[in-house]
């Protein structure tokens, strides 16, 4: 472990930022990284990780533990459920956020029950658009 102690004090007459910058990359793709001495870097390439991260956003925007994210948390599983499990779980917590992670995750769960769904909803939002290829 190392000491992350400031070992000089800052100059009081000048001003100092602290940024942070996120980059999303595909895969085998490269990226230049200017600082690397002091810049922190984080490979988010599994949905436990993503997860972690909505913690830590919740934790810094004061909401509750786990939030809204506790309830999508089966998402990380959803390749090893049956469809009788998948169907409890979509009747259960159908939003957005879900429908496009099957979109993308799960194109046969969301071409058999998620798009008849949207396609039948009186009201369509921007997004069910999106997801129908509407927009």
């Known amino acids: 472990m190392t000491d992350q102690s400031l070992q000089k004090a800052l100059d009081e007459n000048k001003g ?3 940024s942070r910058l996120t980059k999303n990359l595909l895969k085998d793709a490269t990226d230049f990284i200017q600082d690397y001495a002091s810049s922190q870097v984080m490979l988010v390439d599994d949905l436990q990780k993503v997860k972690k991260i909505l913690y830590e956003i ?3 925007t004061n ?4 939030g809204k994210w506790d309830k999508l948390g089966f998402v990380h599983r959803w390749r090893q459920m049956n469809k009788e499990t998948k169907d409890f779980h979509y009747s259960e917590y159908s939003c957005h956020e879900l429908n496009f992670f099957l979109k993308r995750h799960d194109s046969t769960y969301f071409e058999s029950i998620v ?3 949207l396609i039948n909803k009186l009201g ?3 997004m069910d658009l999106f997801l129908l ?3």
């Open 115 to 117: 798009r008849p769904f």
């Open 133 to 135: 290829d509407m927009d």
């Open 58 to 60: 919740n934790k810094m």
């Open 124 to 126: 369509k939002s921007f």
């Open 63 to 66: 909401q509750p533990e786990g």
């Open 16 to 18: 100092l930022t602290q």
